[in-house]
């Protein structure tokens, strides 16, 4: 979930704006309050100007009378009006407040609820939805700000032009007549910048991706020598985000002050036809500013409420995609009666494959009726070229994929019958890829098993062969790994791993060979902490070099999503079929450390 498009609308802009709402549903009554609170706020700073007319007028009056001999200023008077102005400001001035504190409140809470569902949904989504978050932040700005200036926007717009009306119909007429043309202005406007907006926002995508696509890569684009190609395609976009930029900036700048021309026009054809007015006794010198006041007050929510409904628009369009994703399928629920009650500690480690047929499209299976029987402590290897489907069986086996037909058993019972939770918690896993975050060394070594002792840590770090190299490490199993883990090498995160695993000291084992990209000495390592985390535990390996698994008990030969051969190296290599030729050709290619 990304950040919307400029313009962006909802498909279902009704629909989602009632599901929101009914999202809102738990705080109504602090949303109520709110509506009150905005509407008392803009109604008490609204009656400041007819009430400051008065004082104006009475200002003006005794400034006559001084002048004609007849009386003076009555100074009480305009003291108690500005009084009351005061109380009137400050108390609309708390109320504002109050109105926005309880709106924050609640546009936090519907955040913490909107990235919690998320976050809870995410865990219940089947893996298949990831192989295939300012959203929110979006929709908690609009709850924050737009819906109480929705309400004080139209409240100031209803109550300024009752008060205009109450000082003259012949000057609010006028006025209106204005809104027009301010209306045409600020559609022609937005109408043209939209499209450069729109652009700016795809060239700045265009300029940021290659930014840090020939950033990531700056050793492979100096070592083609493509470092003029780089800086002419940047060039390029660049270009056209400059232009595209300054057109949209251009446009948009000529907003207010044409809107701005437009209001003075406004306020001298008030003020011509007030004066008039004024002169035939019509309407006071007080109302004349007090309806001047109301004429600007006017405006500004008109242009909040044009505003306001693109912004309204976008958060449809934010929202509708939230709820797009919390409407997703999820996995298969489970429930405290059909989660199978083995305890996982108890787990031998023995694993049946039986009549096991799959597919990611259901109309394409890719494994047919595969059969094995894994006993316990077993060391199994799946091999293959790339893109075999090695990969199939772990993810079966974890559970990330449910089965189209036949059955998966561990220790006699089928793994549908296990929470997931539980089924994992019995696997071990060493990737290709080494996972570690940005914690201290200790740290992600417990990560395997959270509640471990750091004496247990440092054991499973010994039998890993980490101990060694992290002790001549700054603070050693303190030292904290950076966001990359760029501060250790590939080897010793793969070894990093390893501990982890052993740490969690599960009855299974999946693991992926990663050892072709780190040294020898690292690779010889790596393959003795590999044979501790392996003994007593039953072991799928995903083997990219053949000769690292000739021990294996049994061997499950991939290609073209099928297990085509299985059985152990010599028998394999007897038959002389796939694998053999897999074998041979490895051998035939590979350096003599690696056929030994």
């Known amino acids: 979930m990304g950040i919307q498009a400029q313009g962006e609308t909802a498909r279902d802009f009704k629909g989602t704006i009632g599901r929101l709402l009914e999202y809102l549903r738990a705080y109504r009554l602090q949303i109520i309050v709110v509506l009150i609170f905005a509407i008392a706020s803009t109604i008490f700073s609204i009656v400041g100007p007819k009430i400051l007319g008065q004082a104006t007028t009475k200002l003006f009056e005794g400034v006559v009378s001084q002048i004609a001999g007849t009386g003076g200023i009555d100074f009480e008077y305009i003291g108690n009006i500005i009084l009351l102005l005061a109380v009137l400001y400050i108390i609309s001035a708390v109320f504002s407040y109050i109105q926005g504190w309880i709106m924050s409140g609640v546009a936090i809470n519907v955040t913490y609820k909107f990235r919690k569902d998320i976050v809870e949904k995410i865990n219940r989504m089947p893996l298949k939805y990831f192989d295939g978050t300012n959203d929110v932040d979006t929709v908690s700005q609009t709850l924050n700000q737009s819906l109480s200036q929705i309400v004080t926007s139209v409240t100031t717009l209803i109550g300024v032009f009752i008060m205009m009306l109450t000082i003259s ?5 006028v006025a209106l007549v204005m809104i027009p043309l301010s209306f045409g ?34 050793n492979v684009v100096k070592a083609f020598n493509g470092e003029a190609k780089s800086v002419e395609r940047f060039d390029v976009y660049n270009d056209e985000l400059y232009d595209s930029a300054w057109k949209s900036q251009f446009l948009s700048g000529l907003l207010m ?54 912004v309204l628009q976008q958060t449809a369009a934010a929202a509708e995609r939230v709820f797009e994703f919390m409407d997703e399928d999820e996995e298969v629920a489970e429930t405290a009666e059909t989660a199978n009650s083995i305890i996982p500690d108890k787990v031998v480690g023995s694993v049946e494959f039986d009549h096991v047929h799959f597919g990611y499209n259901p109309d394409k299976i890719i494994i047919n009726d595969f059969s094995a029987k894994v006993a316990a402590g077993q060391k ?27 059955s998966i058993r561990v220790d006699g019972t089928d793994i549908r019958e296990f929470s997931r939770h539980d089924l994992r918690s019995m696997f071990g896993m060493v990737l290709q890829d080494a996972w570690l975050y940005n914690n201290s060394i200790m740290e992600n070594i417990r990560y395997g098993r959270l509640g471990a002792t750091d004496e247990e840590v440092i054991e499973a770090a010994k039998a890993a062969h980490v101990d060694h190299f992290v002790r001549t490490l700054p603070d050693g199993y303190n030292m904290v790994l950076d966001e990359e883990a760029s501060n250790v090498s590939q080897g010793q995160k793969q070894l990093l791993t390893i501990a982890r695993a052993i740490l969690a000291d599960p009855k299974i084992l999946i693991l992926d060979e990663a050892t072709s990209s780190v040294d020898t000495r690292t690779e010889v390592l790596i393959q003795q902490a590999m044979d501790n985390l ?38 394999l290599l007897a038959k002389g079929g796939f694998y053999a030729d897999l074998y041979n050709s490895q051998f035939e290619n590979a350096p003599v450390g690696d056929v030994a």
Not at 169 to 173: D, E, F, K, Y
Not at 384 to 399: D, E, F, N, Q, Y
Not at 557 to 565: R, T
């Open 257 to 310: 002050p044409i809107l701005s021309f437009v209001g003075n026009l406004n306020y001298v054809a008030v003020s011509i036809l007030g004066g008039y007015l004024a002169i035939r006794g019509s309407i006071t010198i007080g109302d004349i500013q007090a309806f001047i006041q109301y004429v600007r007050a006017f405006t500004q929510p008109i242009a909040q409420i044009a505003n306001i409904s693109n």
């Open 534 to 571: 392996m003994q007593n535990r039953t072991s799928f390996i995903i083997a990219h070099r053949l000769s690292t698994i000739r021990n294996a008990d049994l061997i499950l030969v991939m290609k073209d999503g099928d297990i085509v051969e299985q059985g152990s190296h010599l028998d």
């Open 169 to 173: 119909w012949v000057m609010t007429l």
């Open 185 to 218: 202005i600020i559609a022609l406007v937005i109408g043209r910048s939209q499209r450069y907006f729109k652009e700016q926002q795809d060239y700045l995508g265009h300029v940021n991706g290659h930014i840090e696509e020939m950033y990531s890569s700056h």
């Open 380 to 406: 199994i290897a799946i091999v293959g070229p790339t893109g075999a489907g090695k990969t199939t069986i772990v993810k079966l086996l974890m559970r990330f994929y449910d089965v189209n037909s036949g």
